[in-house]
C-alpha cells in the first residue's frame, strides 16, 4: 500500500461544474495535508492546506480532511479551464518525519 | 526574490559527466527537499534535509547520487558519470517546521539533459 494514494485520471468535468478530487493516506498519524497544483511544465504551487478535521474553504477551493477514514479531498467550485493541471496530495507524515506526495490527478475542465 | 531559487534552469550534458545542481532556499526556512520528476510522472523524492540533523538520503537512487546542505542554507545535488535516465527535472523544496506546521514551497527546478 502507497504511503498517500490517487486516483490518476484524467477527471473530465465541464466548465461551470465542481471538480472533486480524493486522496488517502496510510499513517494515521499524519497531521498536515497539502494540496499542490502543477501545471505542465511547472513546479508545484501550494494551493490548500488544512491540519484539523472538517472543511477549509478559500475562494472556489475547498479542503475536506477526515482523519478517521484517513482521506482528505479537495473541491473545486465554478471549474474554469484554467484550473486544468495535475492536483499533487501531500501528506506530513509523523512515521517518516517527511512529507509524502501523491503521484496526483489529472483534471481537464473542458469547455 | 523571497522564493526558492535554483541554478542552472537548464543542463544539458554527455552521458559519463559530473553534474552539479544548486538550490537556495527561502531564508530562515530548517528543511530542504530534492526532488526528480520525469517527464508526465510524479514525484520522485531523493533526499531530506532538516536542521542539524543527519540527512534522510532514503530517496537516492544510487550511490552516483549526493547532497550536501553548506550552513543550513544553500544545498547541492551532485550526480557522477550521468546516466540517460538521469534525464529529468530535478525540484528544490523548503519548508519551515515548526510543530505541525510544514507548508513546503517548490523552486523552478532545473531541467537536466543527458545525451
Known amino acids: 500500500q502507497k504511503e498517500v494514494e490517487q486516483n490518476s485520471g484524467p477527471l473530465s468535468v465541464p466548465e461551470g461544474a465542481i471538480a472533486s478530487l480524493n486522496c488517502t493516506y496510510s499513517?494515521?498519524?499524519?497531521?498536515?495535508f497539502f494540496w499542490y497544483r502543477q501545471y505542465s511544465g511547472k513546479s508545484p504551487e501550494l494551493i490548500m492546506f488544512?491540519?484539523?478535521?472538517g472543511d477549509k474553504e478559500d475562494g472556489r477551493f475547498t479542503a475536506q480532511l477526515n482523519k478517521a477514514s484517513q482521506y482528505v479531498s479537495l473541491l473545486i467550485r465554478d471549474s474554469q479551464p484554467s484550473d486544468s493541471a495535475t492536483y499533487l496530495c501531500?501528506?506530513?507524515?509523523?512515521?517518516?518525519?517527511?512529507?509524502?506526495f501523491g503521484a496526483g490527478t489529472r483534471l481537464a475542465v473542458h469547455p | 526574490g523571497a522564493g526558492v531559487s535554483q541554478s542552472p534552469s537548464n543542463k544539458v550534458t554527455e552521458k559519463g559527466k559530473d553534474v552539479e545542481l544548486r538550490c537556495d532556499p527561502i531564508?530562515?526556512?530548517?528543511?530542504l527537499y530534492w526532488y526528480r520528476q520525469s517527464l508526465g510522472q510524479g514525484l520522485e523524492f531523493l533526499i531530506y534535509?532538516?536542521?542539524?540533523?543527519?540527512?534522510?538520503k532514503s530517496g537516492l537512487p544510487s550511490d552516483r547520487f549526493s547532497a550536501e546542505r553548506t550552513g543550513g542554507s544553500v544545498s547541492t545535488l551532485t550526480i557522477q558519470r550521468t546516466q540517460q535516465e538521469d534525464s529529468a527535472v530535478y525540484l528544490c523544496?523548503?519548508?519551515?517546521?515548526?510543530?505541525?506546521?510544514?507548508?513546503?514551497?517548490f523552486g523552478p527546478g532545473t531541467r537536466l539533459t543527458v545525451l
Open positions: 534535509f532538516q536542521g542539524n540533523s543527519a540527512p534522510d
Open positions: 499513517d494515521r498519524g499524519s497531521q498536515s
Open positions: 523544496a523548503s519548508s519551515l517546521v515548526k510543530g505541525s506546521y510544514n507548508e513546503q514551497f
Open positions: 531564508s530562515g526556512h530548517t528543511a
Open positions: 488544512i491540519y484539523s478535521n
Open positions: 501531500a501528506v506530513f507524515s509523523g512515521g517518516y518525519n517527511k512529507l509524502i
